[in-house]
């Protein structure tokens, strides 16, 4: 998808050209500026309207089916009968092997995702996940870590040019595999999880990599997904560190030039 | 709420004392440190668990009413009639004047909210919001927008001790009235949203101030409230632009230290 904004030059895909007054001091200014473009995408699953999505408009295919695995709605590549991107409307067709009505399961797993007090249905889905914590044989040096965080803040093309996004990679020991860019830090690692579902990648010994904070909702994602690493250059939340624990999940925050901070888990980092 | 650390300092409110590893160079250091507490608030409206929210422990009487009120669920304070927060539980009880079944009123909702393609139901919930587009007569000079962020950033004490907060602050033209900080920018915005409900403030005359970015749920939220101003000192998106000029909001991102890009309505920034 090329474009050229009014004086004939490209406009970087996932950017829109908008109108701005620029203020400066007493100085003011009609000019053109670059900001990161936000679409609606809305997934209809087997030929139902199911839920709208506000992201960035690359990878949808993989968002989708991301946002459906995070949701617990399929598990495999195997669930899926057929996928289709109307990138024009902004709408992705998913058919699932099972046609039951999936909207009522999603309208009970709502009442558990955002579910109740301690000792309820939040903390029930918490409890089906710590019966069996995220094993891995991986063992990685700090340095790597670093290493990865650096490489995926240098792919960031977006990030540099409008400010306005959170990215998302994955990576096995040696290199960053793939990575992703949204407006928003769970689409971003929903992104992943659906690339990862379409090409039937094993994750148990990945990384997960995130330039965003790392609250209860991603650590619960990754460990949905088996993932022992999840790596940030942001802060962690205390609901974050309390889950990774519990979850099995190797937490990293604050890993940004030379230092990192281990907050579970530490001896899977050498 | 005072508690304190092993070593008898003092821990700040808002924040969760943790073990880590803290990794520099070749170093590696058992060490406490302190991350932004996150919580899970679950909300019964009429005695029927509704949601639960992933927040900060602060002003959770506010998150929840701002949260329904968002949600169009209750429009002012005479939709109330009984607000008790368990800060034990992480529970607020709501009992609204309609006993109706406000449950089935979201799940409504919850189609239009994360509604569909363009045409339908996403785009029906702006349209009734763009029929009466945001009037006011507050015009404002950028200067003292500029001075009222570098308050919101001084004020901001959370994200100070741990970079993992958001704040937002409702201002007039002279000063703060009130701010908040919450892990999720959205509940911070919806925090200001509660506040204002519940004190019954007219919001024609006031500007809503935000360190996140300005997407279009955000502008969203701040034309529900009626708010002529939204100012921020980070980024807005492609749709978060579109919709503030559509709905009669003044959008302004990047205000930090002498400068700041106005997005749309410029003519009430003098």
Redesign the interface.
Known sequence: MERENLQGQDIPQG??E?E??????SE?NNEK?L??????L?VFLNNK?F????CSPEKLDFLAVGFLRSEGLIQGSSDLRDLHVDHQ???VYVRTADQSDLTEKL?GK??IT?????G???FNVLDSLQSRPVESNLKIE?GRLLKLMSELQNDSILFKT???VHSAALADRDKILFSSED?GRHNAVDKIAGECLLKNISLDDKILLSSG?L???IVIKGAKLRLPFIVSR????????ELAEKLGVTLVG?ARG??????SH?DR?I
Chains 1, 2 share one sequence.
């Open positions: 950017t829109s908008v701005i007054v620029r203020v400066r001091d003011r500026d900001v990161v473009t936000e679409t609606p809305t309207e839920v709208t999505l506000l409307k902004g709408i309208y709502r009442t955002s579910g109740c007090g301690k309820t249905i939040f700090a409008t400010g306005g407006i904070r609250s209860s909702e942001s802060a962690p939340t205390s609901l974050g560190v604050f030379r230092r990192l901070n281990i907050y530490a980092i």
